[in-house]
């Protein structure tokens, strides 16, 4: 045949592919091989073998061809093969022997002869190292050693920043700690023109600065922009309304404890994009800590008809059943999310919890741990280890973990309140004091319900270092958070009776067990602040606000 009806060919193995018509691509890839035998078309015959999931013949006639070592296109296509194959030991051996420090530099490579023809063309490419290093991150991370893994990955993000599945690997899978990914992002040589990826990458990595620090890269990357020039005028172009971004933010929110902000956004993301899997995600964290029992079985539902085999459909399975306190139900999910990603960190913490909520601590110790072990740059592992050993009554080892967390997440107010628990029970008021304080100033204003504990635990600790005006006044301002809390009722009336104030104690008893009627020490302060009011002699302003608390 002359050479412009093969390129006719070629036009027509290239149309098929785009067209998903692999078998038809397939067919004529090998008619022109067999004319051609050129080691372009070979390749071009072995990718639409590969699309057409023949991957053992791909990787046959791959490795049958003089070229494959030393052309990376078809080695990196013949590992790919092995990928597919689950043969990830023949996987490292194909991508040629190398070896990477802990920063993500590579040494010792044997592809330094290595050709590789660049296809022709104004397209930008991938390099072909990054892709390779990615490969052989995720044959190492298939293989359990994640701390390969972690260094491969890296490679492969410093090698071409465009590389946004290392970069994602790295950040969803919490391999880095936020001091890490801010080094790693430092260290990257993006070109000119991907100013606004450098900045989406700093939105992506995790958010523990300040918030005003945050915000501030939210309106950078909205405000990045490019102009398109048309024939009439030009036309501004910014990501403002793109889904990804929007779903950092919504995950931002949930970070700082705002869920029902969270919520609202991810709600209308979801209305836009149904399947966006990350906005998916955040919108169960969110529904889950607002009690959306509803909203979570809908979700779960529609998630396991469209992605049975997503560990993210049946962790959204275990939220419904952890959210309506079925907890033995919603282990039985976790566990399967477990199963079927063992590098899905939601799961390995939603099967933790679900067993502390049946104080089973040692099954709940041992999947924390083993969260802990596989996402080093996650802190909740840490976190809830520390909570486990406080509910047994080990402080030091609590203190310890939950130290280790404020290491990984230092704006994380949850850590700062367990820590000032920990400094409570073990009678250091004043540097529970000071753990408390730093909780409040880590959540933004105003506070909400939630944070209503924190408040409570901080006058609990100025009543202890006999502070009672201070004290009074966090009772109060808790009070302001919500009025349904027989705790801070309880927690002001004794203070007020400790200040020798009766009156008040008795009004404020009173209201602890109008909310919680069995609280026995309410009842035995109760009789005792009555008799101590008798011998002082009754005020005449008691009965008027005695009868004030039952109206």
């Known amino acids: 045949m002359i050479e412009e009806e093969i390129e006719k060919l070629r036009g027509v193995v290239r149309d098929c592919v785009s067209k998903h018509l692999y078998s038809s691509a397939i067919f004529f890839a090998d008619k022109v091989a067999a004319f051609t035998n050129d080691p372009a078309d070979i390749y071009m015959q072995a990718q639409a073998l590969f699309l057409g999931r023949h991957f053992r013949r791909a990787f046959h006639l791959l490795n049958a061809s003089q070229i494959v070592l030393r052309d990376l296109r078809f080695r990196y296509l013949a590992a790919k093969c092995l990928e597919e194959l689950k043969d990830w030991d023949q996987c490292l051996v194909m991508l040629g022997e190398a070896k990477v420090d802990e920063h993500g530099n590579v040494y010792d490579t044997k592809d330094c002869n290595a050709m590789y023809l660049d296809k022709e063309g104004e397209d930008r490419e991938i390099n072909i190292s990054s892709a390779i290093c990615f490969l052989r991150g995720k044959a190492y991370e298939a293989s359990d050693n994640r ?102 933010k919504a995950e931002y929110y949930h970070q700082c404890g705002e869920y029902q902000k969270c919520f609202e956004l991810t709600s209308a993301l979801l209305e836009k994009d149904p399947f966006h899997l990350k906005s998916t995600l955040v919108h169960l964290a969110a529904a889950m800590e607002l009690g959306q029992s509803n909203e979570l079985y809908v979700m779960a539902c529609n998630l396991v008809k469209d992605y049975p085999q997503k560990a993210l459909s049946w962790f959204a399975v275990g939220c419904y059943y952890y959210c309506i306190k079925k907890y033995d139900q919603s282990r039985r999910y976790f566990s399967k999310a477990a199963t079927l990603d063992g590098t899905f960190p939601p799961a390995w913490i939603g099967y933790g919890n679900a067993h502390a909520a049946k104080e089973e601590g040692d099954q709940a110790m041992s999947a924390y741990r083993t969260a802990a072990r596989l996402f080093p740059g996650c802190h909740l592992a840490s976190l809830y280890i520390g909570m486990e050993y406080l509910r047994t009554h080990s402080y030091k080892l609590a203190a310890q973990f939950l130290a280790q967390a404020k290491a990984i997440c230092p704006s994380d107010p949850l850590v700062y309140n367990e820590l000032g628990v920990v400094a409570y029970n073990m009678k250091e008021y004043n540097k529970a004091v000071w753990w408390f304080e730093k909780t409040l100033a880590h959540i ?108």
């Open 444 to 551: 933004p204003s105003p506070l909400s319900e939630l944070w209503e504990p924190t408040v409570v635990n901080l006058a609990h600790a100025y009543r202890k270092l006999k502070m009672y005006h201070e004290a009074i006044s966090h009772y109060e301002k808790a009070l302001t958070l919500t009025t349904r809390s027989a705790s801070t009722y309880s927690g002001l009336a004794y203070t007020y009776h400790l200040q020798d104030n009766f009156t008040a104690a008795i009004a404020y008893y009173h209201k602890a067990l109008w909310l919680k009627p069995d609280d026995q020490f309410c009842t035995e302060m109760l009789s005792l602040a009555l008799v101590d009011e008798c011998r002082r002699g009754v005020d005449p302003k008691i009965e008027f606000q005695q009868s004030e608390v039952f109206l």
């Open 147 to 248: 701390a390969q893994a972690r260094q491969w990955y890296i490679a492969a993000v410093k090698a071409d920043p465009l590389c946004y599945e290392a970069f994602e690997r790295l950040v969803e899978n919490h391999m880095l700690t936020c001091v890490e990914e801010t080094s790693l992002l430092s260290s990257l040589h993006f070109g000119p023109e991907d100013g606004w990826l450098l900045s989406f990458y700093s939105c992506l990595i995790k958010k523990y600065d300040k918030e005003s620090v945050v915000e501030a890269k939210f309106r950078e990357l909205e405000n990045e922009s490019c102009i398109s020039d048309s024939s009439d005028s030009s036309i501004k172009r910014t990501l403002k309304t793109n889904t990804d971004l929007l779903a950092c």
